[in-house]
C-alpha cells in the first residue's frame, strides 16, 4: 500500500506540480485548497505525510500545523512547509509549530522528491 501526501496550497498549478511530482512516482496524493480544507480532509482520510504553503486564506499554513500537531496520531507526522517566504523569522515560525521542513519555490520535482524520500522513504 503507497504511502499518502495532503499537500494544502490555494494555488491550483501549485497543488497539480506537487500532485503530479509525487504520483509519478508512487505516493497517493490528497489535495486541499487552504488549511481548513487540509482539517477536513485530515479528518476523512488518515495520511503520512503534509505538504504545506504558508500563506493562505482562512488558515495560513503556521496554523494548520498547530492544528495538526494538536490532533491525535498526527504529533510526529512529517509536515514541510513549501512556499515563497525565505525570511529566517518565518522559518523559526514554522518550526517552533511543528515543521519538520522547509522547501522555497520554485523548486524543482526532484528536490521535493528527495525531501519526501528521506522523511517517508520510497512508497
Known amino acids: 500500500m503507497s504511502k499518502t501526501i495532503l499537500t494544502a496550497d490555494d494555488s491550483a498549478s501549485m497543488r497539480q506540480i506537487v500532485h503530479v511530482s509525487l504520483a509519478r512516482v508512487g505516493f497517493g496524493v490528497v489535495e486541499a485548497y487552504d488549511g481548513k480544507d487540509a482539517l477536513v480532509r485530515l479528518q476523512q482520510q488518515r495520511v503520512d505525510m ?20 494538536a490532533m491525535e496520531g498526527y504529533q510526529f507526522v512529517p509536515i514541510v512547509m513549501l512556499t515563497t517566504e525565505s525570511h529566517p523569522d ?34
Open 90 to 123: 518565518r522559518k523559526q515560525a514554522g518550526k517552533a509549530a511543528g515543521a519538520s521542513g522547509w522547501i522555497t519555490k520554485p523548486f524543482v520535482p526532484e528536490q521535493l522528491v528527495s525531501v519526501v524520500y528521506r522523511l517517508l522513504g520510497r512508497p
Open 50 to 69: 503534509v505538504i504545506t504553503d504558508l500563506n493562505m486564506p482562512n488558515l495560513d499554513g503556521i496554523g494548520l500545523i498547530r492544528a495538526i500537531r
